[in-house]
């Protein structure tokens, strides 16, 4: 079950104008709690004018091998108008304690062998840093190739952190980059990442037939773009992983599926259950906040997937879905935020 506990800023490193890595420390009395999986991220809470403010933020630091960790690195990218990331780049200082949810997500790699890949955008890098660092200190017989998109050098994040992991595995990291409003010296043309390019690409930097997992991490259009390019290429949907940073208004229409006059809803959360009439218009998560404050939710917006429930019974129309995968979906798991009732009575499980 997610929970929010306050823990102390240890570190701000600024990475660039518009972007900081915040390192957090984790008190030995929660550390196992705080446990993750390369690839997971932290949702952070704040209350401002009266509102409740959450956000999500990949965890960029390699997972310990040895233990759960002592501390947590996370990397903010300035949004324009962002409640959470102005406050992140312009107020957080040392010694502040933040509420942070204990880590979620399923965009994820745990050390093995074979060859994987990832394809990211801005700072889409940020939960991929974490699955190569972890995955090459851990595994020798494990290879990555990162292809990664940004729109300068100077707005690159973790170019250094990247710059020392090609050092450190020359032979076992391939690291290809793009920007797409600037030429580099060397390497390959500017412009940007999309689905022509990169079909042309790919075969060119490595035998995509033999990559075991690959990783697209970024604005929602680079991640459509990589994924149509690999699924023309012959790659299974399976191999394939993704995680939306960015979605712009309108980028997948809303069901049209209609709602029955009166609906309730049945919820599981940490093993206790109860029933709650669904008002008009609500999503089944807010109708379960209004009766379980505790219920588990980040971004509300169909991105970070911490609200996963699985569909115990009835049936539901979700508006977006940039979270789950088809195997998810496909196996009874909704985004309860993006989720309306299509039938009377529908039950959810939060803890499955």
Request: net charge negative; charged share 25%.
């Amino acid at each position: 079950m997610a929970r929010f506990h306050r823990l102390r800023v240890a570190a701000v490193d600024r990475l660039t104008d518009d972007s900081v890595a915040l390192t957090l420390t984790v008190p030995e009395h929660l550390r196992e709690e705080y446990r993750y999986v390369p690839g997971q991220h932290l949702a952070l809470r704040r209350s401002a004018d009266g509102e409740e403010i959450r956000r999500t933020y990949s965890i960029c630091s390699p997972a310990p091998a040895d233990g759960p960790p002592d501390s947590l690195r996370v990397g903010v990218r300035l949004v324009e108008g962002g409640a959470f990331s102005t406050y992140a780049l312009k107020e957080i200082d040392l010694g502040d304690e933040l509420e942070v949810m204990t880590p979620a997500g399923r965009f994820t790699l745990p050390p093995a062998p074979g060859r994987y890949a990832a394809i990211v955008g801005g700072s889409g890098i940020t939960p991929v840093l974490s699955i190569v660092s972890t995955l090459l200190a851990r595994e020798p017989r494990a290879r990555f190739c990162l292809v990664r998109s940004d729109r300068t050098a100077a707005s690159t994040m973790f170019l250094e952190e990247v710059a020392d992991l090609k050092d450190r595995y020359p032979d076992r990291l391939q690291l290809v980059t793009v920007l797409s409003r600037e030429e580099q010296q060397a390497g390959l043309p500017s412009g940007r990442l999309d689905q022509e390019r990169l079909t042309g690409l790919l075969p060119a930097l490595l035998p995509v037939e033999q990559v075991d997992g690959w990783f697209l991490c970024g604005p929602y259009g680079l991640v459509e773009g990589a994924e149509r390019a690999l699924r023309g290429l012959g790659v299974a949907r399976s191999r394939i992983h993704e995680e939306i940073f960015h979605v712009d208004a309108g980028a997948a229409p809303a069901s049209t599926a209609s709602a029955p006059a009166h609906s309730t809803v049945t919820a599981r959360l940490d093993g206790r259950g109860g029933s709650w009439p669904v008002r008009d218009g609500e999503s089944l998560l807010e109708t379960v906040l209004r009766n379980r404050p505790d219920a588990p939710y980040a971004c509300k917006g169909g991105v970070c997937g911490t609200c996963r429930a699985f569909l115990v019974s009835g049936e539901v129309r979700m508006d977006r879905n940039f979270a789950l995968e088809a195997e998810e979906t496909e196996a009874g798991y909704v985004l309860a935020c993006q989720s309306h009732p299509v039938t009377e009575t529908v039950e959810l499980d939060f803890d499955r």
